[in-house]
Nanobody, 118 residues
Framework: QVQLVESGGGLVQPGGSLSLSCETSGITFNWYTMYWYRQTPGQERALVAS????????EYGEFVEGRFTISRDNDQKTVQLQMDSLRTDDTAVYFC???????????WGRGTQVTVSS
């Protein structure tokens, strides 16, 4: 059974930082590209960041503007998202995703709420 469990969300003031983590089980982690997406009510999920199995290719959504860093630990089967200089428009539910190399199906976690507010 595949499980992705996000943690680390919460309430933070503008300009602050949060570190999200996603623990996985049930997959051969180092065969999967890992993703962070986010979603606000009424909107489609938007790519925040992705990282390939060896960590050699990383992509970020345009809105990241150098503020976030994705990383992965293949031994611990986890992926992290360090978010700095948070803005109110970063408020969203953040989801962890995993997709097998060359595959089409993406496994998702249940998400973690990030709220940026003063």
């Amino acid at each position: 059974q595949v499980q992705l469990v996000e943690s680390g969300g919460g309430l933070v003031q503008p300009g602050g930082s949060l570190s999200l983590s996603c623990e996985t089980s049930g997959i051969t982690f180092n065969w999967y590209t890992m993703y962070w997406y986010r979603q606000t009510p009424g909107q489609e999920r938007a790519l925040v960041a992705s990282i390939t199995p060896a960590g050699t290719n990383i992509e970020y959504g345009e809105f990241v503007e150098g503020r976030f860093t994705i990383s992965r630990d293949n031994d611990q089967k986890t992926v992290q998202l360090q978010m700095d200089s948070l803005r109110t428009d970063d408020t969203a539910v953040y989801f962890c995703g995993a997709r097998y190399i060359g595959g089409t199906e993406t496994y998702w976690g249940r998400g973690t709420q990030v709220t940026v507010s003063s």
